[in-house]
């Protein structure tokens, strides 16, 4: 349910980061996947991108480092610890960790963008310490954003000049689910927010063109905002729904918009009042596409829950897990689907398919090992796949 490893897609390699620290290089085009070079990263390598000539990878650990390394040899060029701003962690624990959860570049201007945070509890005291930053190529930090919110996903639009920032949790001074800064200078441009009650405000968002598509956990709802953050329509997803005694719902958790179409992928169910339930929320786990006008195009079912989404052409990719109640293994894998028409061909895997990228010619995809807890057996393994995108 939280990330644990990450994969990214070069010219001429698969780049793929492991929960033990471990990042590796592939050579992609030779007929086996051969390494190029390994390092260890303080942390876990949950995060990448890259920029001309370098890999740049955020990490959840007792620094929350970000690390560029020279894509031809490993060697590391820069670090920064994004612990100096946000606060090292006050427990042990995972969910303590500083964490590095989102990270973009922009290899024309040669800049990084990365979003950090760090989650502290005392008693019924929730806190959240948070920082985006913009970075040259040389680590040199341009702007800083710093908030008392959790950012959850960051995207650049494609004229180069905004980012986007979607804050999943709102509990303190900063009270709007997205911002858009100025690429520049780090400043605010405008703001938005679904507008509901409680500290859950936006899962995702993706620009396409001028207008930012958004997954609201708030009110369980996709939306589409103008340039400067107007309402250009709103989607349902799984807001509550009534099924027998309970109030169900479900939160969006991705999206992605390219040429006009928009992608949403919800996840788990909950019930309103417990958070616990054996019913289902009718569009749990289910992938929605619409049209620039907000109008349906295709639904499908993802049958377990989805850890991103991502593009590549016309193709959607997500990877996929069991569904957390029913632990079904046959939905383990890589779902693929044509933006246009819907379903293609899944490929599946033994293990729980947990981080995807694409582009033109490959996905590659991550497989991780996974014990039921009702099992004796382990499925699957820690694998890294690559499938040619047309297969």
Known sequence: MWTRSSVHLTADLVLAGQWDGRLTAFDRDRDSLDPRWG????????????????????????????????LATGEQRWA?????????????????????????????????????????????????????????????????YETDASPIAIDVNEAGDRLAVGYNRCMGSHDVGLVVLDIDSGETRWDWDPGTDGDRRVGDVSFDGPHLAVASHGDKRGYLLGPGGEERW??????????????????????SAIDGRVAFATGNTYAKESRDTDSLHPNEHQLTVVDAAGDPLWTASLDGFAHELTTADDTLVVPCAQHFR????????????????????????????????????????VEEPVAYHDETRVRGEYALHTIPLDR
């Open 234 to 255: 709103r989607l349902d997803l799984a807001v509550e729904t009534e099924l027998g005694d309970e109030t169900l719902y479900a939160y969006p958790n991705h999206v």
């Open 39 to 70: 390092v260890t990263h303080p942390g876990h390598p949950v995060t990448l991108g890259s920029l001309e000539d370098e890999l740049v990878v955020g990490s959840r650990g007792e620094d929350g480092t970000i690390a560029a390394y020279d």
């Open 326 to 365: 029913t632990r079904d293994s046959a939905a383990h894998g890589v779902r693929r689907f044509d933006a246009e028409n819907g379903p293609l061909a899944d490929v599946p895997t033994d293990g729980i398919a947990t981080a995807v990228a694409a582009d033109e010619r490959t996905i590659a995809a």
């Open 80 to 144: 920064y610890e994004t612990a100096t701003d946000i606060g090292p962690p006050a427990k042990d624990g995972i969910f303590a960790l500083p964490y590095v959860v989102a990270l973009e570049t922009d290899p024309d201007r040669g800049t990084v963008y990365a979003a950090a945070r760090r989650y502290e509890r005392d008693g019924a005291d929730r806190r959240w310490h948070s920082t985006v930053f913009s970075f040259d190529a040389d680590g040199r930090v341009r702007w800083r």
